[in-house]
């Protein structure tokens, strides 16, 4: 049965960062693509008018892509603002107002997790919940404990198929290509499981560091700010197994079998980096302990994955800022070949950003008598970074009612689950240099076989 489209948008934290950066040109190509064809409401705390939101938003489209004069006036049409305190419940009855004669309304959260509960309850209490969607910002919740909490209150007012927590990561399209790449092509599916595998390893480097974000970092480090959500989200892209049927729910049951099967880290498997200067930040402690990255070797209880390791890490200020996957190949012996030492690993590479390449490493024969080879690279996927910007794509997907793109509580437990024994100060952090590719404790404590495969700067052969 096709799900009932949103008629209404709210969105809370109109005047806010995210909102700049990213709510705005995804509107706007929303307007464009012909799918955004009801009343905007937008709401913050921020003593404006509706002028001052439209000249807001004007700005955000000229810094971030460019405003399309049309559309830009079509949106201006559609936009209402509320100025209100998210504690007061006048601001909700002003919301019910607005929504008119709006029967199915989305409701996004783009506030701090803090606000997320308030903001429900205000919701709720003012019957603007009824038939409604909510869409919500990572982090949800900052451990296991917590996101259970966050979990029960939103789903007093709103119904868990009705609960759309975002993250981004999973509306990439370079993600969701891991997943088609896989089981579109028998070849790669028939060695995706230990037989052939020897490792798998995620690298999710940044060549910049918190960009004045000190307060807001000091409440979450690397952990929780990627590893928890978007790199196991493209764990369980390279891993889960095919849905037996279609539906947004099957592909979700997959995803979260795959994350249940993922053994909780423990502090042995896990390297925390601080890079120096870290604590200079504005808004930093003096002697804070948090994270600016993170590796981690994660272990797949489950037939497919017996024994494969899977390493992920993440960093703040690294050489080149880029996510890749490296699949490393087992090797056979063979006689007939003349070389005496093991040949590189073959390996499948998945560059997701900046561009979208997917390799393949090989060996082949050099001229002459001996079968003696040298390792290339064959670029099997070359295409354009995505046109659909993730906010456009998931926006659009939570006013049709789609949740396959968006993370289930299942699923946000089962993360918390994994990382939860290696949060905060539950081990050493060690320090590394900006521009270097994390702390030297990494190269050794948790290191895949072969060593970490870094990223270029640039496209070109491993």
């Not at 209150?153 to 119904?159: A, C, N, S």
Request: charged share 25%; hydrophobic share 40%.
């Amino acid at each position: 049965m096709t799900a009932q489209r949103s008629d209404a948008l709210v969105f809370f934290g109109a005047t806010g960062d995210l909102a700049y950066k990213q709510i705005f040109p995804a509107l706007q190509a929303m307007v464009q693509h012909g799918k955004l064809d009801m009343p905007v409401i937008g709401v913050a705390k921020s003593g404006w008018n509706l002028q001052q939101l439209l000249d807001r938003a004007h700005a955000s489209l000229v810094e971030h892509g460019g405003v399309d004069e049309a559309a830009y006036q079509k949106l201006s049409k559609q936009l209402v603002y509320i100025d209100g305190d998210y504690q007061d419940d006048s601001t909700y009855q002003q919301i019910h107002k607005a929504l008119g004669q709006a029967k199915s309304p989305l409701h996004y959260l783009a506030v701090p997790a803090s606000l997320f509960g308030t903001v429900a309850t205000g919701l709720g209490k003012a019957g603007c919940a009824n038939n409604a969607r909510v869409v919500i910002e990572k982090p949800f919740g900052r451990d296991l404990k917590s996101a259970q909490e966050l979990n029960t209150v939103l789903q007093k007012y709103f119904p868990e198929q009705s609960i759309y927590r975002i993250d981004h990561f999973l509306g990439k399209e370079p993600v969701q290509n891991l997943v088609y790449f896989r089981f579109a092509n028998p070849l790669i599916e028939a060695v995706w499981n230990h037989r052939h595998i020897s490792s798998v390893q995620i690298t999710m480097a940044e060549n910049f560091g918190i960009k004045g974000r000190g307060k807001m970092y000091e409440e979450l480090g690397a952990i929780r700010d990627v590893v928890q959500n978007h790199m196991l989200q493209v764990v369980a892209a390279l891993a889960l197994e095919s849905p037996g049927k279609a539906g947004h729910e099957a592909w979700r049951d997959e995803r979260a079998k795959l994350l249940k099967a993922v053994k909780p880290l423990s502090k042995a498997d896990t390297v925390r980096g601080q890079y120096t200067g870290y604590r200079n930040e504005e808004g930093v402690a003096a002697s804070s302990l948090v994270e600016t990255y993170a590796a981690v070797k994660l272990t797949i209880e489950n037939d497919r994955w017996q024994g494969v390791p899977f390493y992920v890490r993440a960093g703040k200020f690294m050489p080149v800022t880029s996510t890749e996957v490296l699949v490393r190949l087992k090797q056979n012996d063979h006689p007939v070949l003349n070389e005496d030492e093991p040949s590189d690993f073959g390996y499948l590479r998945f560059r997701i950003s900046p561009e979208v390449v997917l390799g393949m490493g090989v060996r082949v024969k050099k001229p002459g008598e001996q079968m003696l080879g040298e390792s290339m690279e064959m670029i099997v996927h070359d295409q354009p970074p995505d046109q659909m910007t993730p906010y456009e794509r998931l926006l659009t997907d939570a006013t049709n009612g789609d949740s396959m793109l968006f993370a289930r509580e299942d699923s946000v437990e089962e993360s918390w689950r994994i990382v939860d024994p290696v949060l905060d100060d539950a081990t050493e952090l060690f320090y590394y240099n900006p521009g270097t590719w994390g702390p030297e404790e990494a190269e050794f404590a948790v290191k895949p076989e072969g060593g970490w495969h870094n990223p270029a700067e640039k496209e070109e052969a491993v």
